[in-house]
């Protein structure tokens, strides 16, 4: 299983991800940021920056409970809730 080991957030709701395996790369997350507890990251870009990596799930997260899973920022699977639009 691939995880987030480091997250550098960048401008226009990016952020630079370092995986487990030692891959790197830039995400987009403004697709992503979906939902009402995205509601607060994307209506901020202060509060987005605030993203940190969490020690127990080791995936990107903010401290109002919101994080995305690994594989979708690896681009190993669709989230959830595109998957039921297809």
């Not at 990596?53 to 919101?66: F, L, P, Q, R």
């Amino acid at each position: 299983m691939i995880l987030i080991k480091d997250v550098k957030p960048l401008d226009d709701f990016k952020v630079f991800l370092h995986f487990t395996n030692g891959d790197q790369k830039t995400v987009d997350l403004l697709p992503l940021l979906r939902g009402p507890i995205f509601e607060p990251i994307r209506h901020n870009p202060a509060y987005f920056r605030t993203v940190h990596v969490d020690d127990e799930s080791n995936t990107i997260c903010w401290d109002n409970g919101a994080d995305i899973d690994p594989d979708v920022l690896y681009g190993a699977y669709l989230p959830a809730w595109q998957e039921k639009e297809i």
